[in-house]
């Protein structure tokens, strides 16, 4: 049987594997093709995951959360265009998509003044940039429900085949 890690700040990997009440062997067992050894080096941050080892890590782990992680904080194209989507209770979910959608809705018209000549003029500036920021909030809201769907798919709180 393996020792209980005392680290305190662990990486999500391993606080994914813990959260499973798994040993590195046991996840390595689990894994498949992925090492206790390379479990501890990912896990120590000596070194970095693959793509592909996240990808099973995400299904044997079933946390849907690693993709999103890996992109934004480990994959350098990811980094750049990938933003964290944090896990969230579909409650708070639907409440940050309904004030951002009544703040767009109020911006509508002034979205349409904005772009009706095909250009965004120096005085518009600010007001183009706030509603930027709103269309960004609804893109990370619409991410973190997509996340909550995958995570409740992944740990069986919902059918997969009901979503089609």
């Known amino acids: 049987m393996g020792r209980?890690?005392?680290?305190?700040?662990?990486?999500?990997?391993?606080?994914?594997?813990?959260?499973?009440?798994l040993t590195r062997e046991a996840a390595a067992d689990l894994l498949?093709?992925?090492?206790?050894?390379?479990?501890?080096k990912i896990e120590s941050e000596?070194?970095?995951?693959?793509?592909?080892?996240?990808?099973?890590?995400?299904?044997?782990?079933?946390?849907?959360?690693l993709c999103n992680h890996y992109c934004s904080q480990v994959c350098?194209?990811?980094?750049?265009?990938?933003?964290?989507?944090?896990v969230k209770d579909l409650s708070q979910i639907t409440v940050e998509m309904m004030v951002s959608l009544n703040n767009l809705n109020k911006q509508r018209d002034r979205l349409m003044e904005i772009t009706v000549d095909g250009k965004i003029s120096e005085d518009e500036m600010v007001d183009f940039r706030n509603i930027q920021s709103e269309l960004e909030k609804i893109s990370?809201?619409?991410?973190?429900?997509?996340?909550?769907?995958?995570?409740?798919?992944?740990?069986?709180?919902?059918?997969?085949?009901?979503?089609?």
Do not use: C
């Open 4 to 21: 209980k890690s005392t680290k305190e700040n662990k990486n999500i990997y391993q606080t994914s594997r813990e959260a499973l009440g």
């Open 32 to 40: 498949e093709f992925i090492s206790a050894d390379r479990i501890e």
């Open 46 to 65: 000596k070194s970095l995951p693959h793509p592909e080892e996240v990808l099973v890590m995400v299904a044997g782990y079933k946390n849907p959360s």
């Open 76 to 86: 350098p194209i990811g980094q750049e265009y990938i933003p964290e989507v944090k």
């Open 140 to 164: 990370l809201t619409i991410d973190s429900l997509k996340l909550w769907v995958d995570n409740s798919v992944a740990t069986g709180k919902m059918d997969k085949s009901l979503l089609k």
